[in-house]
């Protein structure tokens, strides 16, 4: 079956600028968690959406926000980009109660360079 | 912040197994070690995770030690293509937060 897939796989913004970027879950997994991955912070937590209601948030300022729709697809958006923004974002998607024993499934993520 | 430990990096020669250890001295009695690794330029992937007792997979074998403050992941016979960032993870049941650390470089060696 289809991995998870997010879209676009590489992306440049300008400071100021917002960006959305998409992520398309494993056919009947419902929850989707966002990551950031830097090379000074590593990877860190974002948010987690389950049934179009975030469940879980991580401790990122109110620019980074997120929504999932009924299909389980989801966006995350980024407004007034900062040169600090710049990092691969990963998507992770897992069925009702899977990710307990078998772990989160991760899409090849988004790099986002911001200039 | 991770609530583990683990070495900055390792070496392992090809063919032989590769034992990164895990240090998670403040885990409690509900939360359960997860580990995954990440090749270059992809998303992590879940190799395994176990409360107490030792867990074998068709990828790795996961030794908890009995106090649960620390762990060892096995690689049973290391390839080149089990280079990678390997990462430690301490998370409950029901909570869906993993906290990654910086994990252990490993680098499989022909």
């Known amino acids: 079956k289809a991995g998870v897939t997010q879209t676009p796989r590489y992306l440049i913004k300008t400071r100021g600028q917002q960006v959305t970027l998409s992520c398309s879950p494993i056919s009947g997994h419902r929850s989707v968690s966002w990551y950031q991955q830097t090379p000074g912070q590593g990877l860190q937590f974002l948010f987690e959406y389950f049934s179009e209601t975030q469940r879980n948030k991580g401790n990122f300022p109110g620019r980074f926000s997120g929504r999932q729709f009924s299909n389980s697809r989801s966006e995350m958006n980024v407004s007034t980009l900062e040169l600090g923004d710049s990092a691969l974002y990963l998507c992770?998607?897992?069925?009702?109660?899977?990710?307990?024993?078998?772990?989160?499934?991760f899409g090849s993520g988004t790099r986002l360079t911001v200039v | 912040d991770a609530k583990t430990t683990q070495p900055p990096s390792m070496d392992c020669a090809e063919g032989r197994a590769a034992n990164l250890p895990c240090n998670h001295s403040?885990?409690?009695?509900?939360?359960?070690v997860y580990w995954y690794r990440q090749i270059h330029s992809q998303g992590p992937q879940y190799i395994i995770h176990?409360?107490?007792n030792n867990e074998t997979n068709e990828m790795a074998s996961l030794i908890i030690t009995e106090d649960r403050k620390s762990s060892t992941l096995i690689l049973p016979h290391a390839t080149l293509r089990d280079t990678a960032v390997y990462y430690c993870?301490?998370?409950?049941?029901?909570?869906?937060?993993?906290?990654f650390g910086a994990g252990t470089r490993l680098t499989v060696k022909p």
């Open positions: 403040t885990i409690s009695g509900n939360e359960y």
């Open positions: 176990g409360l107490k």
């Open positions: 993870i301490v998370r409950e049941r029901n909570n869906n937060d993993m906290r």
């Open positions: 992770a998607s897992s069925g009702l109660g899977q990710s307990f024993n078998y772990g989160y499934t």
